[in-house]
C-alpha cells in the first residue's frame, strides 16, 4: 500500500506517514516503511537524489569500505579506486536505492511548516499540504553550517566558505589559506589545498589521528561496543567517531610532513587574522570547517524545540509531540544515526514503533477527555 495517498474535501493528500528529506536516513526509513502497510511519501527539496552528499566537495571520501557503508536491503558495489568509495560513488548508490525500490519521492518540494491538527500533523510545503498520522523528520545538518563568532570576522575582506560550500582548490591555487576546525573535513580540505597554496590548519586542540589501519568500520564496532556500556540518554557515548581517519589524501600529506596545526587566531581585520601572541598574518581566504547545526527550521511552528536547537526525544520519538519522529541528526536520535550505516539501525525501530503507533491509534491527538479523535 505505501505511496497510496489520498486526497481529502480540502484538497489535501492524506497519508499514514510523511517523510521529510530524501538523504541517507530518510531512504532508510523509506526502506521499512515500504515493508509495512503504512502508506507514506517523502519530501525531498532537493532536485536530485543523494541528499546531502550532492553538496560535499570533489574529493569527499567515505572513512569506510563499500561493504560497511550500506543501506538496509542492497549492499554498495565495491569501490573502484583506493578502497574508500568516492562521492560520485556514494551519489551513484543512493540514486540506483531509490529506483530499486521505487521510493515515492516528490522533488523538489520544501516543507515550509507542520502544524498540529486533532487527528493529524498538517505539513505544508511549496508545492501541496499533506496530512499525516506521524511525520519523520531526517532533513540532516548540511543545509545549517555552523559558523562560530570571530572579532572583526564581518570586516574580513578576504573570501570565507564553510565545508559545506568547498567544491574544490579551483579558485584558490596560490592563495594564503586558512581552515579552521579539527575534524575529519578539515583534515582533508587542509591536506587538499596545502598542494596547490599557501595554507595553515588552526584547530582548538591538537588532531588525533587514528592508526593508518583503522577506518570507520573499526571505529564504529568500537564505538558500538563502549556505547553499549552506558546510557543512550545520558549524554554523548563514549567514541572516537571524531577521530582522523587516515584516508589517502592525510596520508600523503603527513608524508610531506605538513600535517600539524595551530592554535585558532584571536581577531580578524579587513585582511589579515592576529594571533594569540600578537602576532598577525595577511590571509587571502578562510575555510571554515566547524561543523553543523540540525536543520530543524521546518518545525518552528510546533513549537517544541530547545533552547539548543534539538527536540526533545525518548529513542527518536519526540516527547512534546509524539507523532513526530527525527532520524539522522547525530547521537541524540539514534547512535552513529548520521552514517550511513548507522542510519539503518535506527530506522529499523523507528518503523516497528510508528507501525504498532498508528495501529493502535497512539499518533492520534488527545482531546481534554482523553479520548483520541480517529483520522
Not at 525500490?101 to 500533523?121: D, F, S, T
Not at 505544508?124 to 572583526?152: C, E, F, M, R
Not at 556500556?229 to 572516537?240: I, K, R
Request: aromatic share 8%.
Amino acid at each position: 500500500m505505501s505511496g497510496a495517498e489520498h486526497m481529502n474535501d480540502t484538497n489535501e493528500l492524506v497519508v499514514d506517514v510523511v517523510v521529510i528529506g530524501g538523504g541517507q536516513a530518510g531512504l532508510s526509513a523509506s526502506y521499512y516503511l515500504r515493508k509495512s502497510d503504512l502508506d507514506f511519501v517523502i519530501l525531498d527539496a532537493q532536485r536530485n537524489p543523494g541528499g546531502a552528499w550532492q553538496r560535499g566537495w570533489n574529493s569527499l571520501r567515505l572513512f569506510s569500505p563499500a561493504e560497511y557503508s550500506s543501506l538496509p536491503g542492497r549492499q554498495m558495489p565495491p569501490s573502484k579506486g583506493d578502497g574508500f568509495p568516492t562521492r560520485i560513488e556514494v551519489l551513484n548508490y543512493l540514486e540506483d536505492y531509490e529506483n530499486r525500490y521505487r521510493l515515492p519521492i516528490e522533488r523538489p518540494v520544501r516543507v515550509q511548516n507542520i502544524e498540529k491538527q486533532p487527528n493529524a500533523l498538517r505539513v505544508q510545503t511549496d508545492n501541496g499540504t499533506w496530512l499525516a498520522k506521524a511525520v519523520i523528520s531526517a532533513t540532516g545538518t548540511w543545509s545549517k553550517p555552523y559558523i562560530p563568532h570571530y572579532d572583526g570576522a564581518e570586516t574580513f575582506r578576504g573570501q570565507q566558505l564553510h565545508s559545506a560550500e568547498y567544491v574544490s582548490p579551483e579558485g584558490l591555487t596560490g592563495k594564503s589559506i586558512l581552515i579552521i576546525g579539527g575534524g575529519n573535513s578539515g583534515a582533508q580540505i587542509y591536506a587538499e589545498l596545502s598542494r596547490v597554496a599557501g595554507t595553515i590548519w588552526a584547530t582548538l586542540h591538537p588532531p588525533k589521528f587514528l592508526p593508518d589501519d583503522v577506518d570507520g568500520r573499526v571505529l564504529f564496532d568500537r564505538a558500538s561496543a563502549r556505547y553499549g556500556e552506558g546510557s543512550p540518554q545520558g549524554g554523548a557515548p563514549l567514541s572516537d567517531l571524531g577521530d582522523i581517519v587516515m584516508v589517502p589524501s592525510v596520508l600523503e600529506a603527513r608524508d610531506r610532513g605538513i600535517l600539524r596545526s595551530v592554535r585558532p587566531p584571536v581577531r580578524f581585520t579587513e585582511d589579515r587574522v592576529v594571533w594569540e601572541d600578537g602576532t598577525t598574518t595577511a590571509v587571502d581566504a578562510v575555510i571554515w570547517c566547524t561543523g553543523f547545526h540540525p536543520a530543524l527550521d521546518h518545525l518552528d511552528g510546533l513549537g517544541i524545540k530547545q533552547t539548543d536547537g534539538k527536540i526533545a526525544v525518548t529513542g527518536t520519538r519526540s516527547i512534546d509531540e509524539p507523532r513526530l519522529w527525527l532520524l539522522g541528526y547525530g547521537d541524540w536520535t539514534g547512535f552513529a544515526s548520521a552514517t550511513l550505516v548507522g542510519s539503518a539501525r535506527t530506522a529499523r525501530d523507528t518503523v516497528r514503533e510508528i507501525e504498532r503507533c498508528v495501529e493502535s491509534n497512539e499518533t492520534a491527538h488527545k482531546s481534554v477527555t482523553g479520548q483520541p479523535d480517529h483520522i
